[in-house]
């Protein structure tokens, strides 16, 4: 936590807000989720540090298994008389409502801080907009805007205060990303000022109230029509005062800091004729356009709403100049159906009963409109178009603005060139690797310039969806007064490119001002980068005389020993051009910067930093541009030709960056996106990727097996296919007796290789000849691409090994199979990917997967591009996200419509056996489908099936003909991580296995949240540390296999593919097999474990040698022949719990952090892991009576 | 009441039993304790270079491949600023140690590139190491190395060192150099301020089973204190350097040997590991009875009394000892055993 005496401070819009709440509460109940989660975060590292609230007592935070359960746990602290808090978004908000409304109701102080989010509806969507905090207008709390990073420090505190003294409690929200990410200079609050602004009597009253034994009542009872309408009309004295007593604390709040507040503010002239009436970050934009365009002329201005609930009709109508004529309501929502949007209705009703109160001569025109949802960008561009609007003749009403909507006619048009004066202002953007530590340091250069001088600073990061090779930009303003530009940088003065290869991709000059500096990490030098430069990029450097400097960061970073990291590098780079600060300054504000990071790494990691530094301004060159471009290439081409209309002309645009261009018209109606698009983005991101040498390979399948993108595929094929085979296509005689005409190839898509080096760990051809290299091995790729695309076109040619030739009970024989789920954007060398790509190897062309919310759905459904695809037949995975909390529900949903088509089928074939073969209704009704081949002759009878029913007329034939895929046994996967499993959606999953249906769930053990960045689930294992587990988790991992061995009738499984991938097909066979519900427990490694990703594979080895991730199947079937049904798979722990577990960080860092701690916890998790395995080992040698009996 | 302090590489010592570089000075209570029990002063347990070296990079890879990298999670681990890794626990352990104690701290460095030797060696004495012991752990395993190369490798490191660091520097030799003698000095004119004698070389067993090479590391004996102490009393008052005796002390009387011999501390940490850390007290104990009832009134009263350079018949360590021992074994007897 920063030092109390700080007064200007850079940080962003959660840690500004969360800084209040957390001083002035004593409780905090929260649940992670985007974009809020740094505001609980904060808080359970600063209470995990002791740092105290103004009452000089530690807050307690804990964090729960959903919003739900926070929302309750908040609810029971605050009628015990705590106060308490809680941050949310989105989804989290809505699991919230039902507490909300009680809390309310009983006139609670409280305030929710909310980092405002979309709301899932035809997608997902984790970026702001204010559909969450509309959904909760109706709940009885307050609602109050922050329009900024420093509002959203001061208005948690006036929330604060104002729900103590009124007694309703609030929302105090501001907006998801641009907002609660947005870093920003801001003047802190200190202690004392906090501490006057909350008074101690109101808290005392607050407690008074509290549920006591010692002076007992009853609050929450069930009432009856009598008194229940009277009781909800008794709080409306309270929400009356709220506007006056908020207005008070304002005041204080002015009279303590020289800020001003008010619940509406007007921006403008006395004479404004147009107003904007705005709420959130657009508030700025507007309010800065407006006076622009005041500036020349125009008579416009901005009404901010910072109190939307109770609305203070009497300050929102004072709040506008006698001269207004026209207005437009901004709404950053959507309420499908209504008759305007909430902010639009609300100003309409007011103005109405104005007018007819006649507190205004007339009714001015009013618009509404609807902008920035999910982060859309909202320019001053935009808001003079909306000024424009209102100009019209007939403005249009119920308008769009920042989108083209070619459908329903709805948005304005917007000149995008029109931009503020922006030349006070220092603007640069970055373009960097998620890895490669751009963010980092531009973060470290804001604190720099933001804390070290007078001047202004402002920092937003945006970042890709994809886990692997993802691409961030970062914008950065500096300035010499306050900057409120809540929107990207469309007009650069510095543009810095930290890989080479993003110059060949992206267009980021065009957001380049004429004469500005481009810095570009090269790997060529001053002489020869320009000619290596696409013909686009040397035209726009010579059209806007753009100063081109480059500098070869990895080469200076290995010189110097910094082992890759160019970070610094390109930060020293960016002082030395940027001219933000004398370059003296600057580089003394470097060292300062490393010498505190590197402290206690001692002199020579310090003195290495500083050389790199030093040497970074000597290898720094401008590079004279020629008068004309030389180049011939193009940019690289993004999508094949090949690829599909939709991904052609939508998809491509996305990935191109251009998603903002895309029409109304363009986009599903309602959600539904083709699959299979992964495969169209060859996003080239590691620059190492696998070879195959087939000579010394002896074809196991465990590259394949293992490979979390897909990219190693297998074939065998007929030699004769080989004579038209493009040079360099590599394959070799297939390694089975009896085939000698057989051969096997092994072909890498190298261009959505992610370097990972899975392959080659797991390649069991190792060094015992003496050299290092394996039958797979990583290596550069090649500069020219066509020759492998010639090679992979090819063996996509080659027939498709079909599962009846195929022994795909064993890892060697799954190779073969086609994965429908390939090139996703997880992390490389992902842990959980694998399963479901050979989930989909088995039974791909049937499965149905409901799959929860997190990272899987993300990796596996975020656009531009999603992974899971189609065979050549068209079939493939039918795949859905509804919610985190809900997903066990919504798959147990898939499997009901399944049952009861598959009987409705069956009752239409009796029906209409006089019409069809009675041999025909019998084998589709009854033929058995557990063999591949069985699927396979099923298939072919459905197919007849809809032939004949074609020729049938009547109801009974078309209802069978729409029926008829259900004949097909289908597969139904319940997918998700322990967040969902363990947590939030525990009780749904527990009901769902408990119902006996043939459901499958397949848990993605990440043991955290890996997603929303690693936060403890209840898989969370003991003596880890994770976040809200910071002093290493204290309670044991839930142990989900014995619960769900419990009920006797559920095919269980604990696998670790990276131990025993054979165990892992058979449980994922048997599961399926089994004709009732099934778990698997996936061990997933993770980057949230705090591994080098490469070695993920063997610390499963690892876990399940030491006793920690025991192998285990228990099958009913077993059960119900008088066997035991519980087989342990793995054998007995050969080594301990640390000698896995100290290999990574999550268990390392306690070691530094908590020594002590970490070493009981250590010996209490072997102790748990030694008991573990004895039940396992005893219920092991059980007989069968030992297992509860089945039906 | 005896003297029991002692010099060692220019450090006063209170007394000349030395910790040995082990496990147990990782945390900073037993080098209190170890203090406490009377150490003359305690050698770190190894920084290990290619340890250090992964540990850091491993988790600086891992923090920057997940901190800053995804709109959902900022990141995933502590900030690395927060505590101290690599290289930085062992700087940490020196200062703290430093702070807390009134006794020597020699910090061990086991090093694998010049970089590393010479960058931590700087590190460790910038932490307030009071002398540097350098380990160099290197099997001659190409064949095609000559004694000279191995020997300059050696004489290399230590000029390396020297050059960048003042405090004192100490060598822990191994006993398979052709000359021990000449290396002793070609290292002393590299500018070793003492030598250690000796290093235990870990000798790798095989599972037959399995065919994999098995680590063994197994205590100290007593007995294993005659290599040494032969070098010890051969070297004493040749070789202008500070003696350590190292191997097998495990009561006083392996100690009182040793200085007999003519080394300035004996060194204990098998010992320690096997009968706790207050062991130093027992051994101090015995040692001062013995020098009450020689009496002697003070280490260097008796230090190298039984050196090669003071004993009556310097033959003793060299053939003429060696064919006695075989005459008095070709029965069956051992030399120096009741007849």
Excluded at chain 1, 1172 to 1188: D, I, L, N, V
Excluded at chain 2, 134 to 162: C, G, H, Q, W
């Amino acid at each position: 936590m920063r030092p109390d005496k700080q007064k200007a401070v850079t940080l962003d819009g959660n840690e500004a807000a969360v800084y209040v709440a957390y001083r002035v509460n004593e409780v905090c109940a929260i649940y992670p989720i985007t974009p809020s989660s740094a505001m609980a975060e904060f808080a359970d590292e600063w209470s995990a540090k002791d740092i105290k609230n103004i009452w000089g007592n530690v807050p307690e935070v804990i964090e729960m298994q959903s919003e739900a359960g926070a929302a309750g746990t908040v609810h029971g602290a605050l009628q015990t008389g705590s106060l308490t808090t809680t941050f949310t978004a989105s989804q989290g908000l809505m699991l919230m409502l039902p507490n909300m409304y009680k809390i309310a109701g009983e006139l609670t102080p409280t305030v929710f801080h909310v980092a405002a989010r979309s709301l899932a509806a035809q997608g997902l969507s984790i970026f702001g907009d204010h559909q969450d905090v509309m959904a909760a207008r109706t709940t009885g709390f307050g609602l109050l805007a922050s329009a900024s990073v420093q509002e959203a420090h001061d208005m948690a505190l006036i929330a604060q205060a104002t729900t103590l003294r009124s007694r309703i409690p609030f929302i105090h929200f501001f907006d998801g990303f641009r907002t609660s990410h947005e870093v920003n200079k801001i003047d802190f609050l200190s202690d004392q000022q906090i501490r006057e602004m909350i008074d101690d009597e109101l808290v005392f009253d607050h407690r008074n109230r509290a549920l006591n034994p010692d002076k007992p009542f009853i609050r929450g009872t069930a009432q009856n029509p009598d008194v229940y309408f009277q009781g909800r009309e008794t709080v409306n004295a309270f929400y009356a005062t709220v506007p006056s007593i908020l207005k008070r604390e304002m005041e204080r709040f002015r009279d303590l800091t020289g800020r001003e507040y008010a619940p509406v503010r007007y921006y403008g002239a006395p004479d404004t004729e147009r107003i904007i009436v705005i709420m959130g970050s657009g508030v700025e934009t507007a309010a800065e356009t407006a006076a622009f365009l005041a500036q020349n002329g125009d008579k416009t201005g901005v009404v901010q709403i910072t109190l939307y609930r109770p609305f203070p009709a009497d300050d929102f109508i004072s709040a506008f100049p006698s001269t207004t004529k026209s207005i437009a309501v901004l709404d950053r929502t959507k309420e499908p159906g209504a008759s305007g949007e909430p902010l639009y209705q609300d100003v309409m009703v007011t103005f109405a009963e104005a007018a007819a109160k006649g507190q205004v001569r007339s009714m001015p025109q009013i618009v509404g409109g609807r902008y920035g949802l999910s982060s859309k960008e909202f320019t001053p561009a935009m808001v003079k178009a909306v000024f424009d609007n209102l100009n019209a003749e007939t403005p249009k009403n119920h308008f769009t603005v920042g989108i083209i909507d070619d459908v329903g006619l709805t948005s304005l048009s917007v000149d995008y060139g029109f931009r503020l004066d922006e030349s006070d202002w220092t603007q640069a953007l970055f373009f960097g690797l998620g890895a490669d530590g751009t963010v980092g340091a531009n973060k470290n250069s804001i604190k720099i310039i933001g804390e070290n001088t007078d001047l202004f600073a402002q920092g937003y990061f945006v970042y890709d969806s994809k886990k692997s090779g993802a691409k961030t930009v970062s914008h950065l303003r500096f300035a010499k007064n306050p900057i409120k530009a809540p929107y990207l940088i469309t007009s650069a003065d510095f543009i810095a490119c930290h890989q080479f290869n993003f110059v060949e991709k992206e267009e980021m000059l065009k957001w380049a001002k004429p004469g500005a500096t481009f810095l570009l990490n090269s790997p060529y030098g001053v002489e020869e980068v320009w000619e290596r430069l696409p013909l686009p990029v040397q035209q726009i450097i010579l059209d806007k005389k753009i100063r081109l400097f480059v500098i070869d960061a990895a080469d200076v970073a290995r010189k110097t020993g910094m082992a890759g990291r160019i970070n610094t590098i390109m930060q020293t780079c960016f002082f030395a051009l940027s001219g933000v600060l004398p370059m003296a300054e600057a580089i003394a504000e470097i060292k300062k910067s490393i010498e505190k990071t590197y402290f206690k790494r001692g002199l020579s990691v310090i003195e290495k930093n500083f050389n790199a530094v030093d040497q970074t301004l000597e290898n720094l060159f401008e590079v004279k541009t020629p008068t004309k471009t030389t180049a011939k290439e193009r940019m690289t081409s993004i999508i094949s030709d090949e690829a599909p209309e939709f991904v052609r002309s939508v998809t491509q645009m996305m990935i191109a960056g251009r998603g903002d261009d895309i029409p109304v018209s363009a986009l599903p109606v309602d959600g539904t996106y083709p699959n299979g698009t992964s495969k169209w983005e060859k996003r080239n991101v590691s620059s190492r990727v696998a070879v195959w040498e087939p000579d010394i390979c002896i074809q196991c399948g465990n590259c394949s097996f293992v490979c979390p993108h897909s990219v190693i595929r297998a074939k065998f094929f007929h030699k004769d296919y080989l004579d038209d085979a493009p040079e360099g296509f590599k394959s070799a005689p297939i390694n089975a007796r009896g085939f000698p005409e057989t051969k096997y190839s092994l072909q890498v898509y190298l261009e959505d290789c992610t370097g990972c080096n899975l392959c080659y760990e797991v390649c069991p051809v190792d060094e015992r000849t003496g050299a290092k290299r394996r039958a797979i091995n990583l290596a550069e790729k090649p500069e020219g691409l066509e020759a492998e695309r010639e090679k992979i076109g090819y063996f996509e040619k080659l027939p498709q090994n079909e599962k009846p030739e195929v022994d795909f009970s064993t890892v060697h024989g799954v190779q073969f199979l086609e994965p429908l789920f390939e090139f996703s954007g997880a992390c490389a060398g992902c842990g959980e990917t694998p399963y479901i790509k050979v989930l989909t190897q088995l039974f791909g062309d049937r499965l149905l997967v409901a799959n929860a919310t997190g990272c899987s759905s993300i990796y596996g459904g975020n656009l531009p591009t999603t992974p899971w695809t189609s065979n050549s037949a068209g079939q493939g995975p039918a795949w859905s996200n509804s919610l985190f909390e809900d997903n066990a529900e919504f798959g147990l949903g898939m499997r009901l419509t399944a049952d009861k088509q598959l009987s409705t089928a069956h009752q239409l074939l009796n029906i209409l056996r006089p019409q069809l073969d009675d041999q025909l209704v019998d084998e589709l009704t009854n033929a058995p489908q557990h063999l591949e081949s069985e699927i396979k002759a099923q298939r072919e009878r459905v197919n007849q099936l809809k032939e004949r029913l074609g020729q049938i007329d009547g109801q009974d034939a078309k209802h069978l003909l729409s029926l008829a895929d259900q004949l097909v046994h289908r597969s139904v996967w319940l997918i998700g991580g322990d967040g969902w499993a363990y947590d939030i959606g525990s009780g749904g999953l527990d009901h769902a296995l408990a119902s006996g249906r043939n459901v499958n769930v397949l848990v993605l053990d990440t043991e955290v949240y890996s997603n929303t960045g690693g936060q403890m689930s209840k898989a969370t294992p003991t003596a880890a540390s994770a976040k809200f587990a910071a002093a290493g988790k204290r309670v044991g991992k839930k142990d989900l296999a014995l619960q769900a061995i419990s009920y006797g009738n559920i095919y269980v499984a604990q696998v670790a593919m990276g131990a025993n991938p054979q165990q892992t097909v058979l449980a994922l066979r048997e599961a399926e097999a089994y004709d009732g519900p099934s778990l698997i427990l996936a061990y997933s490694h993770c980057i949230a474990h705090g591994i080098d990703m490469e070695k993920g594979l063997n610390q499963q080895k690892l876990a399940v040698a030491c006793g920690y991730w025991p192998l285990i199947r228990y099958n009913p079937v077993l059960r119900k022949n008088d066997q035991n049904p519980f087989v342990l798979d793995s054998p007995k722990p050969v080594i301990r719990l640390k000698d896995y577990a100290y290999n990574e960080l999550r268990y390392k860092v306690l070691t530094q952090t908590v020594p002590k701690e970490a070493e009981k916890l250590m010996r209490l998790a072997q102790e748990i892991v030694d008991l573990r395995w004895k039940t396992y080992e005893e219920m092991a040698g059980f007989g069968a009576s030992s297992f509860q009996p089945i039906f | 009441m005896p003297n029991l302090s002692t010099t060692y590489m220019g450090l006063k010592l209170r007394s000349p039993l030395v910790v040995s570089a082990n496990p147990l000075s990782q945390k900073l209570e037993n080098i209190l304790a170890m203090e406490d029990a009377g150490a003359g002063a305690v050698v770190l347990f190894s920084l290990f270079e290619e340890q250090i070296r992964q540990e850091t990079a491993t988790t600086e890879q891992v923090y920057q491949s997940t901190t800053n990298t995804s709109a959902e999670a900022s990141d995933f681990f502590p900030d690395p600023v927060d505590y101290a890794i690599g290289s930085g626990k062992y700087l940490e352990i020196i200062r703290h140690a430093k702070e807390r104690t009134d006794i020597p701290i020699i910090a061990s460095l086991n090093g694998v590139t010049p970089e590393g030797w010479t960058d931590y060696a700087r590190d460790i004495e910038q932490a307030g190491a009071d002398a540097l012991e350098i380990n160099v752990y290197f099997i001659p395993a190409d064949v095609s190395l000559t004694s000279a190369d191995v020997e300059k490798r050696y004489t290399d490191i230590v000029k390396m060192i020297r050059s960048s660091i003042k405090i004192p520097i100490a060598v822990k030799m191994n006993p398979y150099f052709s000359s021990v003698g000449n290396m002793s000095q070609q290292l002393h004119a590299a500018g070793a301020d003492a030598l250690v004698l000796f290093n235990r070389f870990y000798q790798p067993d095989f599972d037959i089973n399995e065919l994999v090479v098995l680590p063994n590391r197994e205590f100290s004996a007593p007995a294993e204190i005659r290599l040494p102490l032969l070098w010890i009393a051969v070297l004493f008052g040749r070789v202008p350097v500070s003696l350590a005796a190292t191997t097998g002390i495990h009561g006083a009387r392996e100690l009182i040997k040793y200085l007999l011999a003519g080394a300035d501390v004996g060194m204990s940490a098998s010992a320690l590991l096997q009968h706790g850390i207050p062991w130093i007290k027992d051994i101090l104990a015995d040692l001062e009875l013995y020098m009450r009832d020689m009496p002697f009134k003070s280490i260097d009263e008796f230090k190298g009394s039984m050196s090669q350079l003071h004993i009556p018949d310097p033959t003793a360590y060299e053939r003429n000892n060696y064919i006695q021992i075989l005459e008095n074994t070709k029965w069956g007897r051992q030399a120096g055993s009741r007849q």
